[in-house]
């Protein structure tokens, strides 16, 4: 049987009349990186947060690491980290502060210890005894989602990682999404951008209409939809490529 992280069955939700999940089925497998693809307002922080507990579900069932959301909140919520849309980091603090607060709040063994390695892990050693609210946005996420893994979580919900950050910004952030996944842990990540999921997610579920209307790796996903007969083709670089080629990898990682 395979090993599921997350699985929803009929997962369904509704604010006042507003049906947003209307029977969502998902599975997600153990150290895969899984996106939640949808445009604004199809329901992907919903599912998030009905995931992470945050929200009840109006019905169906949903479970993570084999806990269900609703009867064994706790004990999801001790397997999971949960990186919000909007940040969690505290600009007051310097990046250093940050890490060893989650720490003692979660009650690690080392806080500073901890702190040191994952702001190593992150590449923000440099940055540490800087106040947060002098980093770029894309350090910020970086420490958002280096905040996230403090006390090594099976499961790890990124809510839209990468939305608002300049395109140099979200190749770093693509770049430690990537390197978590080589590391075991189970990634869920929501994203309204085609070219995310294209180059993170092992598999790939578009949320549309409050139901999983397609659901598959890249390669099945493609299938779906044959491209039409074309004679000939001249590649065009993408914007991304252009703008990155002119500004040269200059300040990467900042
Ligand atoms: N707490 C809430 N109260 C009422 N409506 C909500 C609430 N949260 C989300 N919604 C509505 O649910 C729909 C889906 O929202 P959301 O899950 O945030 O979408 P997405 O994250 O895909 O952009 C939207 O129409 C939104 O207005
Ligand atoms: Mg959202």
């Known amino acids: 049987m395979p090993d599921f992280a997350i699985q929803t069955e009929n997962l369904r939700k509704s604010f006042k009349e507003n049906e947003v999940l209307k029977g969502v089925d998902l599975a997600v497998l153990r150290g895969e990186i899984f996106a939640l693809l949808g445009s604004n307002g199809a329901g992907k922080t919903t599912t998030v947060n009905i995931l992470s ?16 959301v609703v009867r064994q909140a706790g004990r999801v919520r001790g397997s999971i980290s949960l990186t919000g849309q909007f940040s969690a980091v505290d600009g007051m603090l310097t990046g250093r502060e940050n890490i060893v607060l989650i720490a003692k709040l979660r009650g690690v063994p080392h806080p500073k210890k901890t702190a040191e390695r994952s702001l190593e892990r992150f590449g923000l050693t440099q940055a540490a005894d800087c106040r947060a609210d002098t980093y770029s946005g894309g350090m910020a996420r970086r420490l958002d989602i280096a905040m996230s893994l403090v006390g090594d979580p099976a499961v790890i919900f990124l809510d839209e990682p990468t939305t608002g950050l300049d395109p140099e910004a979200r190749l770093a952030v693509w770049e430690t999404i990537k390197e978590l996944a080589g590391g075991g842990v189970t990634i869920l990540l929501t994203t309204q951008y085609l070219e995310e999921a294209e180059q993170l ?54």
């Not at 507990?53 to 269900?68: I, M």
């Open 201 to 254: 997610a092992d598999r790939i579920a578009i949320l549309h209409g409050g139901k999983i209307i397609a659901n598959g790796t890249l390669e099945e996903l493609k299938k779906l939809f044959p491209p039409a007969k074309i004679e000939y083709i001249e590649k065009q670089p993408t914007l991304e490529e252009v703008f990155l080629a002119i500004i040269g990898g200059e300040g990467q990682r900042q």
């Open 53 to 68: 507990t945050l929200l009840k579900p109006n019905g169906g069932t949903a479970s993570v690491c084999g806990f269900d």
